[in-house]
Nanobody
Framework: QVQLVESGGGLVQPGGSLRLSCAPS????????MGWYRQAPGKQRESVAR???????NYADSVKGRFTISRDNAKNTMFLQMNSLKPEDTGVYYC?????????WGQGTQVTVSS
């Protein structure tokens, strides 16, 4: 069973930055899309950023220009650089991997933006 391990969450002041990382417990073959989702209290989980194996990216309108998703295909890892954070970015962030062998979710990492 593959586990996705996230790290990098925490408490940050508005305007600050965080970098999230996600790595699987073993190498996964034939990965397609990798992405980050988030869930704010009382809200549904939403897509934040996605990246294809070719490097094409897609972002939620609310994070465009502030967040950057990237991936290291050799290590199956992905990252989310979050700058100019706002209180509305608060939530649990989950990484997601879509692969030929199956789809995988991380356990979530808490991001809290507050002064």
């Amino acid at each position: 069973q593959v586990q996705l391990v996230e790290s990098g969450g925490g408490l940050v002041q508005p305007g600050g930055s965080l970098r999230l990382s996600c790595a699987p417990s073993r190498i996964i073959s034939s990965i397609g899309i990798m992405g980050w989702y988030r869930q704010a209290p009382g809200k549904q989980r939403e897509s934040v950023a996605r990246i294809t194996n070719g490097g094409s990216t897609n972002y939620a309108d609310s994070v465009k220009g502030r967040f950057t998703i990237s991936r290291d295909n050799a290590k199956n890892t992905m990252f989310l650089q979050m700058n100019s954070l706002k209180p509305e970015d608060t939530g649990v962030y989950y990484c997601f991997i879509q692969a030929a062998e199956g789809n995988y979710w991380g356990q979530g990492t808490q991001v809290t933006v507050s002064s």
